[in-house]
């Protein structure tokens, strides 16, 4: 069996896929799966499903939840269940099964050591498998956890969303290091809008752009960037951006790619 959590919450199992309609099962599978073989006190659960606005029967609304979701995870033919009562609460024992949520932070720090290591294609593999697991939002409610998200879901969906931006930013380096800078910006162009903070994205798509023979297109890129600075934070672009445009506007041809094969057999 599979956990998916890297997008809408499912289950797989073989080819047969699962999901929650009531939302605070969902809630309950969702922190346990966070916590997964750790025990979950009932009152971290009742946070995360109410937050502070508990109703007078929380304790029973909560053995409710649970039941339901043991009942969704039984399979037929498999003794026990996953969901086990252990003091002080409940734990979700893995066993031999996969959770997505896990599985993507080892790709991407397996990627992080190649690219550490100057093994840049290998990395961009590596990375470029990790993105291949998410299918939308994590949890699926816009990187925030279910809509009443209490603090252990909105903070696990807090640090997925930042780590699958620092892959996405590894891969677009691994891209640029290889010589790919064509094929790295239709994927920077969408970076930067969909996190028109994040400078790094817009230094890369103007290197991206620069390597790829459009220096016009590149110094728009940094004009783009400064407008949206200056407009929503008052703020000028960091030196590194600063530096870059100089660069670009100077025609430094230390900025140009080496071509792919002098990256080969590394």
């Known amino acids: 069996m599979r956990y998916e959590m890297l997008g809408p919450l499912r289950v797989t199992d073989g080819s047969k896929s699962m999901t929650i309609n009531a939302h605070k099962v969902e809630v309950v599978l ?30 029973a609304g909560l053995h409710v939840y649970i039941s339901q979701l043991r009942k969704f995870l039984k399979r037929p033919g498999v003794a026990g269940n996953p969901v086990e009562t ?28 190649l690219l550490r ?9 590596r990375f470029e498998q990790a993105l291949a697991l998410w299918r939308g939002p994590a ?16 903070g696990f969906a807090t ?18 290091q ?26 890369q798509l103007m290197l991206a752009l620069y390597r790829s023979e459009r220096q016009a297109d590149a110094l728009k890129v940094y004009q783009s960037v400064r407008r949206t600075l200056k407009d929503e934070l008052g703020l000028e672009p960091g030196r590194p951006l600063q530096n870059l445009q100089q660069a670009i506007l100077a025609g430094d041809t230390e900025l140009l790619a080496p071509p ?7």
């Open 30 to 59: 969702s922190v346990l799966l966070v916590r997964a073989d750790q025990v979950v006190s009932p009152e971290q659960l009742m946070a995360e499903i109410w937050g502070e606005d508990l109703p007078r029967r929380a304790t």
């Open 86 to 113: 252990r003091a002080p609460g409940y734990v979700l024992h893995k066993g031999d099964d996969e959770i997505d949520a896990q599985i993507f932070p080892q790709l991407v720090d397996e990627g992080r050591t």
């Open 117 to 125: 290591e100057g093994r840049h294609d290998e990395a961009a593999c």
């Open 139 to 154: 949890l699926g409610h816009g990187g925030k956890g279910p809509a009443v998200a209490g603090p252990i879901i909105d």
């Open 159 to 176: 640090w997925l969303t930042e780590t699958r931006l620092e892959c996405q930013e590894m891969l677009a380096e691994c891209r640029l």
């Open 178 to 203: 290889l010589g790919r800078h064509r094929e790295a910006v239709g994927m920077l162009y969408a970076l930067t809008a969909e996190n028109p903070m994040r400078e790094v994205f817009y230094r």
């Open 260 to 266: 792919p094969l002098a990256l080969s057999g590394r």
